[in-house]
Structures are given as C-alpha cells and as structure tokens.
C-alpha cells in the first residue's frame, strides 16, 4: 500500500490530561479520521507530534487489519499509552469505531482512556485465556470466552477473581516493573523530577523480587541519578522517601555501601527541609551499617556529612530558635564535634582530593564550632587565615561557606562589642567583593547572605534596600519551603525546624515594610507597604491546612470517567488524612487529576488551592470580609520573638494600622503556660481551678490579664465594627483574647461577635466551601452524650434532657445516642445526618505526642469507657475517637459543639499549623467549632451552652451573637471579679 | 464545722480525697508566693522544701518510725495539722466541701504527686516558725547553716508525720 497522505490536523485540543490528535488523510485511496489519544505529558506530545505520519500508518494498518472493511466516515480512536510509544511497538489497542462529530470526541476519548480497557497482552491461567488489561493504575481481566470482565478491586466477585488475582500477581507485577523502570529513565532524561520520582518509587515498589531484567547495582545507580534530580531542583521531600527506599533496597541485598551512601543522601534531603529528629534519624540509619563498610573514605564521607547536617540546622546567630532548649542545642554542635573527629580519624593518611576537601571542610567547621563557644576572636582571625592557607582547598562550595561563617562571626562579634556595626559593615563588604559570587550559587548560603545584609541596612535605618534584600532571602526560602509536602512531625526536643527554615525573615521583611516612611506608595504591585506586611503575616499561617481546605474547595470536571474520580477523591482523602506518605499520594493525585480539577472563583487555579493557598490581593480582603448589613474587621496576630504585631484591617482594606505589642514569642508562651497551669492544675503539684473560687487563682492570670494593657490601642479601631475577625498565630491560638476584648467593649455597651479563624485565606477557602456545598437548612440535630464509667450516669442523663428539651423547642429532629450506644460506629453515622452535632464527653488534648491524636471518649462494644486509660497513658485501650478519625469519617455537620475538655486547643507548631480537634472538625466538613480551650466542669458549661442554643436556635440570633451573648450573661453575674473569665470564656467559636 | 468535725470526716475520706484535700490545703498555704510554672523552678523549690526538713528533723534528732501505709500517712498528716495548727481548718474544710459538690470535670481525673506536696506543706507551716542563724562556716559542706528549733511542740509532730514522704 502507498504511503498515507495527512490532510488535516487539528488539535492538540484542549487542557484536559488528555492529549488529543485527530487526523485526516488518505490512505489506500480512501480518506480516514484518527483519532489518537493518550495521557497528557510533554514527552508523549513531542514524540506523537513528531512521528503523527508514521503513528498515522502503523494505526491504519491496525486497524484496516482488524476490520477488513472500514467505513471511510468513520472517526477511529486509538488509545496510546507511552509503551508504545517509547517502544515503537505495534499499536494492538483497538477500541472503537465512533460515527460521532468532531466536538463530542475529547470527551468521549477521555471517558474511554480512563474507563474502557486498555488491552495489553494475553495470559493463560488454569488453561483458560484471559486478557490483562490496565486502566490508569487498575488492572481489569477480560475472558473472551465468556465476555465477562473483572475489575481487581472488585472484591465482590468472590473467591475465584481473587484467586486468579493472586496467581496472576507477579505477572502484573513484572509487567508493570518494565513499565515503571523505562518511564524512570524517559523521565530523567526530560528532567522531569517528580515524574522520575513517581516512576522509580512504583518501580521499586512492585518490583518481584526475582526480577532480573537490571541489576541491583543498576537499580541503585538510578535512585541515586533521581534523588540527584531532586534535590538540585530543591524537591527535598521527594528525594528524602526516594533515598529511604534505595538504601532499604541496598540493605536487603546487602550492599552496604550504597545502602550507606543512601541514608546519607535522607539525611541530607532532611535537612534541607530544617527537621533535625528526621535528619539524625536517617543518618543513624546508615549507621548501623558503618561496622559492614570496609571502605574508610566511605564512612569518612558519611560522618563528616553527619556533622555538616547538624551543623546546618543550628542557627545560633539568629535570633528565632524558639523552642529550642539550650540542652539540645549544645548536644547538636556535640554530635557534630563527634562525627568530625571520627571523620578525620578515618581520614589521617589520606591524600587524595576528596580527603583533602574533607579535611579543610571540617577544619572551617572547628572554627566555626569554636565560635559559637564563645572565641569569636579567635575564630575571626582563625577565619582570615584559612583562606589564604595552602592547606585549605580551594573549592567553591567551601569558599562561599567560609564567607559566609565570616560574616557570622563578624555579627556576632560586632554585637558584643562597641562600634559593632563598623566592623560588620567592614566584613560584608570585604566577604562581597572575596566570596559574593560563589555564594550566590548556593540557594541557602545566598539567602543566609541576603539576611546579612538586611540586617545590615535594617540597623542603618535604610529601610528601602532592608526591604529589597528580605524579600529576595523570603523567596530563596519559599522556594524551599513551597516543595515541602509533609507537614513536619512534632519536634518537642529540638523544635519545629532548624537551619534555614527555623529564621523567621517574613518577620523581618514585616519590620522593614512597617518602617518604610512612605506607606502610600505601592511597592510590589499594588501592594503598600504596611498592606503586604500584613499579607505576609496571613500567608505564612497554616501552609497545611490551606492545602487540605483547598482539596476540599477543589471540584472535579464533569466529564472526568468514573474511575479517575474516584481515585481523585480517594488521594484527596488520603492526603488530608495522612494515612498514606504525602509525597506519593500528592504524585498521584497531581498525575491522575491532571487538569480534571476546577475551581470555585473563575481568578483562581485550583493547582493554586491545593498549594498552600494564594498571596492574597486587596479585593480578596474585601470579598472575604464583607458581611451584609455589619462593619467588619480582622485583627491579624503575628508573633515575633521580640514582640507581637497586630494588624487591624476593615473591610474596605482601605484602613489598616498596626499594633506593636511589646511582648515576644518566650515571654508570650509564659503567660500561656501560666494560665493553663492556673486553670488545669499541673498534674504534679497544682490541682485544677475550683469554679466557685477562681479569684484564688488570680495569681497565675495576672501575666495574661496584663495584655490587656498592650492592646489599649486596639479598642479605639474597633468601636463601631460588628464582627471582628482574630486571625491569630503561634502562642496566640490558644490564648482567649475574647477574655479581653469583651469585656473591654462591653463596658463600652458595645456587642460585637468575635470569631476566631486561623488567617483570612482560611476564611476565603471556608466561604468558598459554604457556597459550594452548604445549605443553612438542617433537619436533625444530633446529641451525643458518654459519660465514663467512673462517672454518675444519672447527672449525664439530667444534661442530656436539659440540652434536648432546648433541641425539642427548634422544630428540628433529634438524633441522640446516650452512653453505651454511642460507639464509634453510631457516632460515625450521626455525623453524617445531623446538621448541628452537639457531643458530651470527657476530652483529651495530647499536647506530648502528637495532637492529632487528640479526641473524645466514645463507649465501644463492652459499654462505657474508662477514664483510668487516659489517665495511665494507656491508649491501645482508651477508645479515643481522635482527630485523625474525624478527619476520616467526615462529617455532615455545618456546626459542632465539643463540651469535653480543653478539645479546643491546638499546637501551632509545625508551621502555625493548628493541630488538634478543631481542624479535624472543619476539615471534616463542619464550617464553625465551638470548643472549650481548657477543662471545664459540666455544670457551668452545660448552663452556658444551654442559653447558646436557645439563642441561636429559638431566639434566632446568629450563631456568634449567640454564643457572645452567652458568655456575656455569665460575666454579669461576677464581673467585678476577672478571674470569672474561667466561667465564661473557655469556648471558642472557630470558623465562620 | 469545727476542727473535731473535720478530723471525723477526714478519717472517713478515701485516699484519692485525701490527696485531693492535702492539694487545696497546699495552695492555700502558698498562695502569697508566685507561681512556679517550669519544670526546673518546681524541681529546685521541692528540693529546697525537702532539705529544709530533713535539716529541720535532723536538728530534732527525728527518726523515721514505722512506715505508716499512704492513706494512714496522709490521715495523720492532716490530723496533726487540724490538731495543732487549727487556723489553717478553714481551709480544709473548703476542700471537703468542694468534694462534696462533686462537680464533674470532663477531663481524665486529678493526679497529685505526695512527695511534692506533703513538703510544700510541711515547710509552708514550719518556716515562719522558726529562726535561722545562717551561718557559713568557710567550708564546703552540704550544710552550711544551722536552725535553731525548740519549743513549738506541733513542729516536731508535722515533721514526724511528713518523714515518710520525705524521701520519695
């Protein structure tokens, strides 16, 4: 047959992740329409692009084949996959034959893509033939015989599917092995980091362990080339689990040395990322291994690497380590010593280059170590010299890092000493002229640079060019930061993050702005000054629970197959979960969801939703805080560790002033502290408040009370606003800042709500969710009541029917559930039926471990729960409904009420994260959470949450004039005396 | 409620209200001292409440009798107190009261460490009772300062009934 003539091409048409192709031309004479359709990627659409005729042939011949007799109007769909592609092999997958218009084909191609079978190899089992078939990642089995298909997770089918499922296991397996190990390989080569990543995690994944097509030394050269990959595009968090899972690879066929070297390259990728536990934990790791290492310079590298990590990740020539004990910190500068010394012991007689740049290394490291000891003379001089010593080599990575200790020293040094800023002054430009373009190369040594010299234009008042240089330091470190996909665990000994990623330049850059003299004129984009100070203190807040409201806030296009649904929303569960790793699933989603996702608002991306949130605009401001018919205003807390901003913006965004409250990070958390204890007790030496007698107490509430004073200025700004939004950060979660603004308006005979969010962006998304998916009517109401087993029942059942006779007045239904019955499993499916969920029981905040694990006591199978398993720590037994599992289950509540105890704090750590059961409730679906931030009795929080309700519900008030004036009738009863705020302002109102 | 009374219901209480009441008692004893949050401030107040009864009983030549079980200890402590230091009834009365209330906390119970408290409370009474002729001798000695105690006959009794928590 001649060869075919193209006609027309049109597409590739739309965004979709289908990369659509449709062909006219003649072939044989006749003319034909294909269609060639496969998952969207660069690569394929170059290769597709470049070989159309070539593909337009091989399908014709295909498909001409098959049909004998094909009809020339006909549209044929032909369903690619990078195999064949890459392989150049016979394209064998024919699907269809479509007499349908042009306009209707995207649509049905990427049904069909994601939901019609893929047909790729034949199979005999038990003698009988099957087709093995692949949609997206699932698998599908085809009996021609009988014309029956099965999908893999169709459990349903019963044992014989799973039977043939489990024979045909390594079949799959291999199969897909090939396909992950080539796609690994495409990837790299179109520097494609986390493609390559997701490929060569499958690959290992599902690899069988007789697999023998690469060798073991093959398969570790390629993790190393991907982690490479990774981590020069600052991908940290990827090229950490790709490092894990090659040196666990390593170790299973016992190359020790790989395995060595890849725990090393974790720690490395740690701590990039700032998180110390996890670094030191990698390298620990490799080693164990240490002692099946015959080579020196191996292990030399591995300790000095060691030693370089810890040295990274303390930052003591700044100001911001905050909950870094001193203890800890010394240990980490010991670690260091220790590894070093070992390193150079291995090390003694080598010569070589390598040992060389190892030694100088660690030679500028002992200065260095020296310095933060206390010789900074010494080690300014000591610093000089090396430079110009023969011994030291003369690398670039070891010159930027020598100029930037330099500049350390020298601050340090010019803080100790009179005329400081001479000498520092003198030391930044000498290390600009001698190191300046070697440390630029280095994404931290330049934004530790660019500090440097903020800080230096900071302190002569040049606010400008301070200005200038921490926002070029704040966009080195977001572009870290931004590629973080885990949220980092809880740190209690060393602190959320060290290194680069523990220096609050946000704050700094906040400061400079603040100080521009003048504040009308934008300075970047539209932005003035004081506003995008402020914008920098929102976004900074809750980078994680931005990305998780976004998932949520995310829809799914229509026309996307059943399948790729589903699978979108199950990693989209999975990822606020985090019951899956983050980075695989997120890898996942992204190349699964492709451009399926749409948005709420027309201006916003959904890929800008599910990262971390968008910088807010002036108009944003406006939308977000425009209520009908109220004044508005949000009060945005940012702490520092000297001191505390607050930014008061209305809703016009047209005011907005600033607050500088005199009390920092150390001496907020003090006042917390403080105030906890006073309230909780201890559990050592101080027991609980007594209700009846909180002035008692007045003691530990004085430090909290005297914020008052601080925050004088604020009252003035807020006398004609209806809502005030508090946007708070750190320490300031878990303070009850309505303890002291009520009181201070009400005496004013002003009334206005108070709600508590977590920033502005979190309210945009929590808006954009309400309009999306809620209607305010609601037909149930839920109660859930468990009393303990140590409890008396009977006054449980006597709150109970107080709180039900105010439910029976709403004309809503009521679901209860009431001790024994309320299991987990019953309180699961109350939460999907009721619209106001109201839960009764004994609550628990583990502020030791990990917040998440926060929860309620629920009754299980054997009735009650015992309240001595919490007590003991024993959580196995416990029966805790926690946060974890709320987020799981979902709920269809708009409104939640935990009275349980102090199920209303959060940790702010991990990145002002709020963790604990009030971002479990929301994120579950619920849009306001009223909690009690510490232990309550249940006499008075019955009384006040009674007369919430019977606001809101019957009365009709909005539901935060409710709760306000709630509190507001318990603070009449006892206003002279302060320390009453335990009766009356424990909860919270979070959310909108 | 007098003092006698207060002893009857004492001896009927259970050993977690006992500790409950010695709880309430030691607040009201410090509650003109500031608060002590940190872990670190809490150890070095306790030791310094611990040495200073040890000195204190070791000037008295008291010796630790048989080891009474917790809840006899704790009975015994609170008896010498309302016994020979009845100002301070009042205050334990209140905290039987609030037992009585029996208001529910949603939380996961009190816990109360008795080697913490029973010292504070012990050296809470006794300290303004005595006088101390710190006097330093030169040397390096644990015991750099000499407490002059005698005649107070309660100070030799709550010190006896606070030995066995002395040491734990």
Not at chain 1, 124 to 148: A, H, T, V
Not at chain 1, 192 to 218: C, G, I, M, N
Not at chain 1, 270 to 277: C, D, F, K, L, N
Not at chain 1, 451 to 474: N, P, Q, R, S, V
């Amino acid at each position: 047959m001649t060869e075919p003539v193209i006609k027309e091409v049109f597409g590739p048409i739309g965004n979709s992740t289908l990369f659509v192709t449709i062909v006219r031309g003649i072939y044989g004479g006749k003319n034909y329409t294909v269609c060639f359709s496969s998952a969207r990627d660069e690569m394929m659409e170059d290769l597709i692009s470049r070989d159309l005729p070539v593909f337009f042939k091989i399908a014709l011949d295909s498909l001409l084949n098959t049909l004998k007799s094909p009809s020339e109007t006909s549209v044929f769909l032909l369903l690619l996959t990078k195999e064949e592609i890459q392989e150049n092999a016979e394209i064998s997958m024919y699907l269809d034959v479509l007499n349908t218009s042009e306009t209707e084909l995207e649509r049905i191609a990427d049904d069909a893509l994601k939901n019609l079978l893929f047909i790729k190899y034949n199979k005999e089992i038990n003698n009988k033939k099957y087709i093995i078939s692949e949609s997206g990642q699932s698998f599908d089995i085809y009996n021609p015989e009988n014309g029956l298909s099965f999908p893999v997770t169709a459990v349903k089918h019963g044992k014989d599917v799973l039977e043939l499922l489990g024979e045909m296991a390594p079949d799959l397996d291999e199969y897909h092995s090939d396909l992950y190990w080539h796609e690994t390989g495409a990837y790299v080569a179109s520097n494609d980091p986390k493609k390559a990543f997701r490929s060569f995690y499958y690959f290992l994944k599902l690899k069988p362990a007789d697999y023998d097509k690469v060798t073991h030394e093959q398969i570790i050269a390629a993790g190393a080339i991907v982690y490479q990959l990774l981590a020069d595009t600052l991908n940290s968090d990827y090229a950490e689990l790709i490092a894990e899972v090659t040196a666990e690879f390593a170790e299973r066929h016992n190359l020790h040395a790989d395995a060595l070297s890849a725990w090393k390259q974790a720690g490395m990728a740690s701590q990039t990322m700032g998180r110390i536990q996890e670094t030191r934990d990698n390298y620990d790791r490799g080693l164990r291994l240490v002692e099946n290492v015959p080579d020196k310079r191996v292990k030399a590298k591995m300790h000095h690497s060691y030693g370089i990590s810890m040295m990274l990740l303390q930052h003591l020539d700044f100001e911001d380590r905050k909950t870094f004990s001193e203890k800890s910190y010394d240990e980490i500068i010991d670690v260091a010593e220790m590894h070093f010394g070992v390193a150079l012991d291995l090390l003694e007689n080598e010569q070589k280059e390598e040992a060389l740049w190892i030694k100088s290394a660690i030679k500028l490291e002992s200065i260095r170590i020296a310095a933060h000891r206390g010789d900074l003379e010494t080690a300014v001089e000591e610093f000089s010299l090396l430079g110009q010593s023969k011994d030291f080599f003369p690398d670039m990575r070891l010159l930027a890092t020598l100029g930037i200790y330099k500049l350390a020293a020298y601050k340090k040094l010019s803080e100790t000493e009179g005329g400081g800023s001479v000498i520092f002054e003198k030391c930044l430009k000498e290390v600009s002229e001698s190191f300046g373009d070697k440390i630029i190369r280095y994404p931290d040594k330049r934004c530790f640079y660019l500090i440097y010299w903020g800080d230096y234009y900071l302190e002569k008042k040049m606010y400008d060019k301070a200005t200038e240089f921490y926002k070029a330091a704040c966009d080195v470190q977001y572009s870290f930061s931004s590629k973080e996909i885990r949220p980092s665990p809880s740190d209690l000994k060393y602190g959320d993050y060290g290194g680069l990623a523990a220096i609050d330049i946000g704050a700094r850059l906040q400061k400079a702005l603040l100080n521009l003299t003048d504040q009308s004129k934008a300075v970047y984009g539209d932005y003035e000054p004081n506003l995008l100070a402020c914008l920098l203190a929102e976004h900074s807040k809750g980078k994680f629970l931005k990305r998780d409201l976004g998932f949520l806030a995310v829809g799914v296009a229509k026309n996307t197959g059943a399948i790729a649904s589903n699978k979108i929303f199950n990693l989209r569960r999975s990822l606020i979960n985090g019951n899956l790793d983050h980075r695989i699933a997120m890898c996942d989603y992204e190349w699964i969801s492709g451009e399926h996702l749409t948005s709420p608002s027309a201006d916003v991306k959904p890929r800008d939703l599910i990262s971390s949130g968008k910088f807010l605009k002036r108009q944003d401001i406006v939308e977000t805080l425009h209520t009908p018919g109220n004044k508005t205003a949000c009060l945005s807390f940012y702490e520092k560790s000297d001191e505390t901003l607050i930014y008061i913006v209305d809703d016009s965004a047209e005011q907005l002033d600033v607050v500088k409250v005199p009390i920092g990070r150390r001496d907020l958390k003090k006042v917390f502290l403080t105030l906890q204890t006073g309230i909780n007790g201890d559990g050592r030496s101080l027991l609980p408040i007594d209700s009846r007698r909180t002035a008692s107490r007045r003691k530990y509430f004085d430090g909290f009370f005297r914020l008052r004073e601080h925050l004088e200025p604020i009252f003035s700004k807020l006398e004609s606003v209806d809502i005030i939004y508090l946007s708070t950060h750190g320490i300031w979660h878990n303070l009850p800042l309505h303890a002291l603004l009520y009181p201070a308006l009400w005496t004013e005979g002003k009334m206005p709500d108070i709600r508590y969010i977590l920033s502005l962006s979190f309210l945009k998304l929590l808006k954009e969710r309400q309009h999306r998916n809620r209607t305010k009517e609601f037909s149930t109401i839920g109660l859930t009541v468990v009393p303990a087993l140590e409890d008396d029942a009977a006054l449980f059942a006597a709150i109970a029917t107080k709180f039900e006779t105010v439910f029976s007045q709403t004309g809503a239904g009521l679901s209860k559930t009431f001790g024994a019955d309320s299991t987990a499993t019953g309180f699961i499916n109350a939460m999907q039926s009721s619209g106001i969920h109201h839960i009764l029981a004994h609550g628990y905040f583990d502020s030791v471990d990990n917040p998440m694990n926060s929860g309620i006591l629920l009754a299980d199978d054997n009735g009650l729960p015992s309240k001595k398993n919490i007590f003991n720590r024993d959580f196995s037994k416990s029966n805790v409904f926690s946060s974890a599992k709320m987020i799981l289950n979902q709920t269809a509540a708009d409104h939640i009420t935990l009275q349980a105890c102090s199920t209303g704090q959060s940790f702010a750590a991990r990145g002002d994260e709020f963790w604990g059961m009030p971002r479990a409730c929301l994120i579950a679906g619920a849009d306001s959470v009223v909690a009690p931030l510490w232990n309550t009795d249940i006499e008075n929080s019955t009384g006040l949450l009674a007369v919430f309700y019977e606001n809101w519900l019957i009365k009709k008030m909005s539901k935060h004039r409710a709760i306000a004036d709630a509190q507001r009738t318990v603070w009449l009863t006892d206003q002279e005396n302060q320390s009453n705020f335990y009766n009356w302002a424990s909860f919270q109102l979070i959310g909108n | 409620m007098n003092n006698q009374e207060l002893i009857d219901e004492i001896d009927s209480l259970s050993e977690n209200d006992l500790m409950f009441v010695c709880g309430r008692l030691e607040e009201h004893l410090n509650r003109d001292e500031e608060p002590v949050i940190s872990e670190t401030d809490k150890e070095n107040l306790s030791a310094e409440n611990k040495k200073f009864l040890n000195d204190a009983g070791a000037e008295l030549s008291l010796e630790q009798e048989e080891p009474l079980p917790e809840k006899k200890a704790l009975q015994m402590l609170l008896r010498t107190i309302l016994t020979y230091y009845p100002e301070h009834g009042s205050a334990i009365g209140e905290a039987l009261e609030e037992l009585k209330r029996k208001d529910v906390k949603l939380d996961f119970g009190m816990s109360i460490a008795l080697a913490i408290i029973v010292p504070a409370i012990a050296a809470a009474i006794i300290r303004p009772q005595l006088k101390y002729s710190a006097k330093k001798d030169g040397k390096k000695s644990d015991k750099n300062f000499e407490l002059k105690v005698s005649g107070i006959p309660g100070i030799e009794k709550i010190l006896k009934a606070t030995l066995p928590f002395l040491n734990g």
